[in-house]
């Protein structure tokens, strides 16, 4: 927690001068009896001594000043609110190599799943597309707040041959354009790039990597799959190793701002997506809570009055 105006803090000095004065008039009003030598007509003059209950309401009083002390100084506390207008376009590898079950079941299973994940754990204001690629990209959901339409499109992925990575970022890119500015200000977004292969077809990763950055899009990478992973193709008489590039993506990732992620699990997956959803989803904002500071305040005066009631029948 923080304070907005915290020179305004200096107030709880007169506060504890208060708490002072109140401690030192009391001491002396102590002093005072003890020079009435004559205890048994003080007893009869004053049988009833409130004692430890007369200074309940002046300590209840000094809080109550305190925290409206505290309300005025403005605290505010860090909340995660969305980002609006913010997109994210979801770039999905469906080559070949991700029939590779070296993650349960196989690798686009559990991609879909997480991916699905993701896009449902977003705030509702914030766009996501969707583009599928192996030997070409494809842009199968333009940037939309219909969660709906993007889960089945991830469904609907189908598998093909080739890998083309560079492809995937300009089309993710071009799809951005579409999102219109609104009073002349930048749209927040990012590419979530998720792949287990290497460039082999299409445009080179360099190309994409300098369209993403004159963009001022953030490519964030994440390597799935593990480097024991193999498939099996009917024409071929031995599994095909298909490991992960991870200092490709590395380098896609740095370069372009974004982060790199690897994942060789489902759950991973999801905890990747997770990080990211928080990063490009939410900005973290100030906001002012001297409300809860005065509701207090308030409580504690109408203790403080309700007890001298009880106790003094008078108010404070």
């Known amino acids: 927690m923080t304070f907005l105006t915290p020179e305004r803090l200096w107030l709880l000095a007169a506060a504890g001068a208060l708490a002072v004065i109140y401690v030192v008039a009391q001491t002396r009003r102590r002093r005072y009896t ?27 009083f000094l809080l109550a000043m305190s925290t409206l002390i505290l309300g005025f100084a403005q605290p505010a506390r860090d909340v ?30 559990a991609a879909q799943s997480a991916a699905k994940a993701f896009v449902e754990q977003l705030p509702s204001r914030i766009n996501v597309g ?8 494809s842009l199968r959901v333009t940037p939309t707040t219909d969660r709906e339409a ?20 300009f089309t993710s890119l071009d799809a951005l354009k579409q999102v219109p500015a609104s009073d002349g200000t930048e749209v927040p977004a990012r590419i979530v ?3 287990d292969g290497t460039t082999t077809d299409g445009r080179p990763n360099d190309s994409a990597v300098a369209a993403a950055k004159q963009a001022n899009v953030p490519v964030s990478t994440i390597a799935f799959g593990t480097d024991a992973g193999t498939i099996t193709i009917p024409q071929e008489p031995f599994p095909i190793p298909v490991p992960v590039d991870k200092e490709a993506l590395k380098s896609i990732a740095s370069a372009t701002g974004g982060t ?23 900005v973290t904002e100030q906001h002012e809570i001297s409300t809860w500071f005065i509701g207090g305040a308030l409580v504690f005066m109408l203790i403080t009055g309700g007890l001298s009631l009880i106790w003094f029948q008078r108010l404070p």
């Open 34 to 60: 003890l020079r009435f030598t004559n205890i048994a007509l003080l007893d009869q003059v004053a049988p009833k001594r409130p004692g430890w209950r007369r200074h309940v309401p002046a300590a209840l």
């Open 80 to 109: 995660k609110v969305p980002r609006e207008r913010a997109t994210i376009m979801l770039a999905l590898d469906t080559s070949l190599s991700m029939e590779a079950t070296d993650v349960s079941p196989t690798r686009i299973e």
């Open 130 to 137: 969707l583009v599928t690629f192996n030997g070409n990209a």
């Open 150 to 169: 993007v889960k089945r499109a991830i469904d609907d992925a189908q598998l093909g041959e080739r890998t083309a990575i560079g492809e995937a970022i």
């Open 193 to 195: 790039l998720m792949t």
């Open 260 to 282: 790199f992620y690897s994942a060789a699990s489902e759950g991973q997956l999801k905890q990747v997506y997770d990080n990211i959803g928080s990063s490009v989803g939410f």
